[in-house]
């Protein structure tokens, strides 16, 4: 991956954040959501952005699918924010990384505790 496309992963991440924060008001965005990292393609076609969301699955789902839903909306406001040749059409992902993470804490702890008793 160039430089340039870690830069702009940054950047995109950022932006998104804030835009989403102070310009989207789509109720089905969950409360407690991050952008956890965006992939731009090398040629600035596509950028894949992966998006945690505190919450059940019901939430998961409705903020993922309102954010695909905002997509065209928030690269408008990325083409103002950003001067670059091309901004990229956004792809949305669900990221549970940090949750499948967590379970494997969990596990280990639960390992270690197991080995102490016995």
């Known amino acids: 991956m160039s430089r340039r496309v870690q830069r702009l992963n940054h950047l995109f ?8 924060r102070t310009e989207l008001s ?3 965005v969950g409360e407690i959501m991050s952008i956890t ?3 731009v393609s090398a040629d600035l076609e596509n950028a894949d952005a992966y ?9 998961k789902a409705s903020t993922v699918a309102a ?3 905002a997509a065209p909306f928030l690269r408008r406001h990325l083409i103002e924010r950003i001067r670059i040749r091309r901004v990229p059409h956004l792809h949305f992902e669900l990221d549970e990384t940090i949750e499948e993470a967590a379970r494997v804490l ?3 702890r639960q ?7 016995g």
Do not use: F
Not at 13 to 20: P, V
Not at 111 to 117: A, N, T, Y
């Open 13 to 20: 991440r950022e932006e998104l954040s804030h835009l989403i």
């Open 26 to 28: 789509d109720p089905r």
């Open 37 to 39: 990292r965006v992939n």
């Open 51 to 59: 998006v945690s969301v505190l919450g059940d699955a019901e939430e």
């Open 67 to 69: 954010l695909r839903h």
């Open 106 to 108: 969990d596990l280990m």
């Open 111 to 117: 390992v270690s505790r197991e080995k102490e008793r």
